[in-house]
């Protein structure tokens, strides 16, 4: 069955960087575009980025525009988010997602807290 397991989160500075990583078996992955979520504390779960099957085409919410990047390795069926500068407001749960059928599958989620 599809599995994506998020890992890279962790605790770190204002201004400082992470790089989360999204392993994904169970499907085919180059043939899926695949996306970036984060849910805030005590809010919703909102889109961060998108990246299209073969790599070329992305797309990034516009606060994280400059600051983060969404990569893969289709040899590795890997996903990544690199992400920079990070600010107080990027602290949330990070979710690596595949669209299925209408909604989407997600990972467990990774933890990311930026913080002085």
């Known amino acids: 069955q599809v599995q994506l397991v998020e890992s890279g989160g962790g605790l770190v500075q204002p201004g400082g960087s992470l790089r989360l990583s999204c392993a994904a078996s169970g499907f085919i992955f180059g043939n899926e575009a695949m996306s970036w979520y984060r849910q805030p504390p005590g809010k919703e779960r909102e889109w961060v980025a998108t990246?299209?099957?073969?790599?070329?085409?992305?797309s990034h919410k516009d606060s994280v525009k400059g600051r983060f990047i969404i990569s893969r390795d289709n040899d590795k069926s890997m996903l990544y988010l690199q992400m920079n500068n990070l600010k107080p407001e990027d602290t949330a749960v990070y979710y690596c997602a595949k669209p299925d059928s209408g909604t989407y599958t997600w990972g467990q989620g990774t933890q990311v807290t930026v913080s002085s």
């Open positions: 990246i299209t099957s073969s790599g070329r085409g992305t």
